[in-house]
């Protein structure tokens, strides 16, 4: 049987012929728009919902050089020259990875929700809480990069997925503090199920 006898033996068969378009409808809609979409703009290619390294994300956003590369510390960086904060957020953290001040209590409270912890040092009144806290005021980005564990199911290194942009909600205590966040964006259902998993 060739293709085209196959497509036409397909079309003939109207009820298989309307679930697989059911099927593919289902299937658009969780695969979101086929064009990216940047969130920090065009000249700035971080694809929403995509996977990055880390060093991926900071050469995208222009952040030091091959020869001198950033320091990120605590899994935050601070990029002036675009007034964005960016947050690596690793979600299943191991004693064997993470210090006991880097253990930080972040997770997804719903597809555009996320719960997150500053650093253990971070006061309500430091100049970097100030910059969370007023961060609707001051037109600031927070780019937030999530991975559900460190490593991967074959031992790599996992990458980052950028979840999008977020603003400022609430938050509670200090040193650290809690904050919740909105993404800009909610962010696609599988992810929010692996985030919500990942600490259960």
């Given at each position: 049987?060739?293709?085209?006898?196959?497509?036409?033996a397909?079309?003939?068969?109207?009820?298989?012929?309307?679930?697989?378009?059911?099927?593919?409808?289902?299937?658009?809609?969780?695969?979101g728009?086929?064009?990216?979409?940047?969130?920090?703009?065009?000249?700035?290619?971080?694809?929403?919902?995509?996977s990055?390294?880390?060093?991926?994300v900071?050469?995208?956003?222009?952040?030091?050089?091959?020869?001198?590369?950033?320091?990120?510390?605590?899994?935050?960086?601070?990029?002036?020259?675009?007034?964005?904060?960016?947050?690596?957020?690793?979600?299943?953290?191991?004693?064997?990875?993470?210090?006991?001040?880097?253990?930080?209590?972040?997770?997804?409270?719903?597809?555009?929700?996320?719960?997150?912890?500053?650093q253990?040092?971070?006061?309500?009144?430091?100049?970097?809480?100030?910059?969370?806290?007023?961060?609707?005021?001051?037109?600031?980005?927070?780019?937030?990069?999530?991975?559900?564990?460190?490593?991967?199911?074959?031992?790599?290194?996992?990458?980052?997925?950028?979840i999008?942009?977020?603003?400022?909600?609430?938050?509670?205590?200090?040193?650290?503090?809690?904050?919740?966040?909105?993404?800009?964006?909610?962010?696609?259902?599988?992810?929010?199920?692996?985030?919500?998993?990942?600490?259960?």
């Open positions: 049987m060739s293709l085209d006898d196959g497509l036409e397909l079309w003939k068969a109207a009820a298989i012929r309307s679930e697989l378009t059911e099927l593919l409808s289902i299937l658009a809609i969780e695969a728009p086929t064009s990216a979409h940047y969130p920090l703009g065009d000249d700035v290619p971080l694809a929403l919902h995509a990055y390294s880390r060093d991926e900071l050469a995208a956003l222009d952040d030091g050089t091959p020869e001198l590369p950033p320091v990120v510390r605590e899994g935050t960086r601070w990029i002036d020259g675009i007034q964005t904060d960016v947050f690596f957020i690793t979600l299943n953290k191991s004693e064997k990875d993470f210090s006991p001040s880097t253990m930080y209590n972040d997770y997804a409270v719903s597809r555009d929700l996320f719960h997150w912890e500053t253990s040092t971070t006061s309500v009144q430091s100049k970097t809480g100030q910059r969370y806290l007023s961060q609707r005021e001051n037109g600031i980005n927070v780019a937030m990069c999530v991975r559900s564990s460190k490593k991967n199911s074959n031992g790599q290194t996992a990458p980052y997925t950028f999008g942009l977020a603003d400022y909600v609430t938050h509670t205590g200090d040193r650290p503090i809690a904050i919740t966040w909105k993404l800009r964006q909610p962010m696609r259902a599988a992810d929010f199920v692996n985030y919500r998993a990942a600490i259960a």
